[in-house]
């Protein structure tokens, strides 16, 4: 094998089950993390975060000594910028996280080796990357490899994707693509489709801005359907049985960590030709809104016709269904923005998939749905699935739980 020491900068969602797969191969992997907790759990053979199948794999690969974890890099012929990349002020994408990496690693650099961004980047940020680097150690130019090659893992089942995937892998030149194409050789079975750095950039961008506006034409359609007093669910599965048609689910909005983000990176560089991928995100976060005012005025009905404040069920606060990760959540927000509207109102927050929260007081889902006069639906968990409808109860259905 080409390349037996690599180096990952950043252990988070990413970063850490593409370390491990590549110490499973037999290589020698450096994880570097700027937080001494995190390489801490891991140098245990632990996770900071959950995502099935990965611990025990951890485990293995650290007691044969093929992951270690530290806070500073050292000396490889691969290195790996996995890092955040969140955007700043009015959405614009923060590459800070990324410098900082490449800019530890500039020292070590040799010739031969190879340097690959995965992280979420705006165009052109590669060639940023390679600009610094050769500023700092011009006699490097022309002989290391620069690449870029986006992950596109979903949460939940990353370890069975980061095999099975296909990878767009662009590098600054040719010989940068086909050297990193090499190394994703040696642990990915799915193809490896060969690009230009700036083309794999904006290929990242356009997956997940793909998905937020069909999402978002989804969510668009649930509004236009409450309105008209329609089925959303009911009209989605009949437009489907078009063979041209496939229209998503509705939800209290989009979340996460990518699609809720990523589409600002094309919106702030480009903004005069993305106009629908910026509405699209409108959409997207307008739903969650409109889902805590919808919530809020049936507290408001209820009191107006019982002559009581009504007991209401938050159901779900993760980003989606059957995860514990509730950043960028919709239904955190919405969860948030009604519990500031609360005065005596009894309110039963459920998230199946926690044990406990900072802020909300968690109760179980089925104590929740029994207790409750009014009950939002707002991620659709398996557990709820199991749940039997009750026409007694205000039931908010905005994540397709009963489908009505
Ligand atoms: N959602 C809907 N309706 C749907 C599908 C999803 O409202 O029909 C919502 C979810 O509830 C969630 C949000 O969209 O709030 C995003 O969920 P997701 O499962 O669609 O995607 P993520 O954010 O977990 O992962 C995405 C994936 N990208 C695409 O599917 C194009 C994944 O492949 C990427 O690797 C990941 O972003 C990333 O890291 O960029």
């Not at 988070?12 to 797969?21: D, F, Q, S």
């Not at 959950?50 to 530290?70: C, D, F, H, T, W």
């Not at 650099?109 to 705006?122: A, H, N, Q, R, V």
């Amino acid at each position: 094998m080409l390349y037996q020491q690599v180096c990952f900068l950043g252990l988070g969602y990413i970063g850490l089950p593409t370390a491990t797969l590549v110490a499973s191969k037999g290589i020698k992997v450096l994880g570097v993390d700027i937080n001494p907790l995190v390489v801490d759990t891991i140098n245990r053979g632990a996770i900071h975060f959950i995502e099935p199948g990965l611990e025990p794999l951890v485990k293995q690969v650290v007691s044969k000594l093929n992951l270690r974890a530290a806070t500073e890099p050292e000396s490889s012929q691969v290195y790996l910028i996995v890092v955040p990349t969140p955007f700043k002020g009015d959405h614009e994408p923060d590459i800070s996280f990324v410098s900082s990496a490449t800019e530890k690693i500039i020292p070590l650099l040799k010739k031969g080796d190879l340097y690959i961004i995965e992280s979420t980047s705006p165009v052109g940020t590669t060639e940023k990357m390679a600009q610094m680097i050769f500023q700092q150690r011009p006699e490097l130019r022309g002989q290391i490899a620069i690449a870029y090659c986006p992950e596109r893992v979903l949460p939940g089942n990353v370890i069975h994707e980061l095999v099975y995937n296909d990878r767009v892998i662009g590098g600054i030149d040719a010989q940068s693509t086909e050297a990193a194409c090499s190394f994703y050789q040696t642990f990915v079975e799915g193809k490896l489709h060969k690009t230009n750095a700036r083309t794999a950039e904006m290929c990242k961008l356009t997956e997940n801005a793909s998905r937020d506006v069909q999402i978002a034409f989804a969510n668009e359609l649930s509004l236009i359907c409450d309105k008209a007093g329609i089925n959303v669910w009911e009209l989605i599965e009949l437009a489907n049985k078009h063979p041209r048609v496939n229209i998503l689910q509705p939800g209290c909005g989009v979340g996460g960590h990518c699609i809720a983000v990523d589409p600002w990176f094309i919106v702030s560089d480009y903004p005069m030709e993305s106009r629908l991928i910026g509405k699209a995100r409108e959409i997207n976060n307008y739903k969650a809104f409109w889902s805590a005012e919808k919530i809020q005025n049936e507290m408001l009905k209820f009191r107006l016709e019982k002559g009581r404040p009504p007991k209401v069920a938050i159901m779900g606060l993760a980003f989606k269904p059957n995860i514990d990760d509730l950043r960028e959540s919709p239904a955190k927000y919405i969860a948030q923005k009604v519990m500031q509207s609360v005065n005596d109102e009894a309110m039963y927050i459920v998230e199946p998939n926690i044990e406990s929260h900072q802020v909300f007081k968690l109760t179980p889902y089925l104590e929740a749905y029994e207790q409750a006069d009014i009950v939002a639906f707002l991620v659709n968990h398996k557990e709820f699935q199991e749940l039997i409808y009750d026409e007694k109860k205000i039931i908010l259905d905005f994540c397709g739980t009963f489908k009505i």
